[in-house]
Antibody, heavy 120, light 111 residues
């Protein structure tokens, strides 16, 4: 079964760039019909969709983050990555990498999530 | 676009049935049958328990059922068990510039 695992720094300074990588195992990131997504959860709050990338390289971003966001993929490593620039304390959250089923619009499976704190 | 509206908490005794509502609008839940529900234990990743309003993935007990009426989707947990105590989130595809909305989450407590 497909599993996802996030990795990256847990602490980022304000104004710097948050960088996370998601490693996909048990399946290919090049599979048709699946979109590789990032979702975040602010402490004690709900979920926010960040963006996705398809194996073709096509991306789609949350408009509220688009100016600061880059999602890329490395098919040779079966990985996809997130870069969020000019971070502030408001970007402190648990970041999840998730597979989106493009036909039926549900998110499954999820990575375990990684807490990223923005602080000096 | 505002988040979908869920009650902050719902509680019930073991064996009882509880229902969690997820209210949206004509532009999301009312328009699309792409409502999904997720179960999340503290410190863990959300797990899909219902997709497309009422479909249960393999391995999810049939005690969990989803439905929709108008702009409101619902998740019913029948035969409530202690290990159902968790947070539950709904999500809907909305087909706009931000294609997916989530609810604020509902904490289920088993009394």
């Amino acid at each position: 079964q497909v599993q996802l695992q996030e990795s990256g720094p847990g602490l980022v300074k304000p104004s710097q760039t948050l960088s996370l990588t998601c490693t996909v195992s048990g399946g290919s990131i090049s599979s048709d019909g699946y979109y590789w997504s990032w979702i975040r959860q602010h402490p004690g709050k709900g979920l926010e969709w960040i963006g996705y990338i398809y194996h073709s390289g096509n991306t789609y971003y949350n408009p509220s983050l688009k100016s600061r966001l880059t999602i890329s993929l490395d098919t040779s490593k079966n990985q996809f990555s997130l870069k969020l620039s000019s971070v502030t304390a408001a970007d402190t959250a648990v970041y999840f990498c998730v597979r989106l089923d493009g036909d039926d619009q549900f998110f499954d499976p999820w990575g375990q999530g990684t807490l990223v704190t923005v602080s000096s | 676009q505002s988040a979908l509206t869920q009650p902050a908490s719902v509680s019930g005794s073991p064996g009882q049935s509880i229902t969690i509502s997820c209210t949206g609008s004509n532009n999301d839940i009312g328009r699309y049958n792409y409502v999904s529900w997720y179960q999340q234990f503290p410190g863990k990743a959300p797990k899909l328990i219902v997709s497309e309003v009422s479909n249960r993935p393999s391995g999810v007990p049939d005690r969990f059922s989803g439905s929709k009426s108008g702009n409101t989707a619902s998740l019913t947990i029948s035969g409530l068990q202690a290990d159902d105590e968790a947070d539950y989130f709904c999500s809907s595809y909305i087909g706009s510039s931000t294609p997916w909305l989530f609810g604020g989450g509902t904490k289920v407590t088993v009394l």
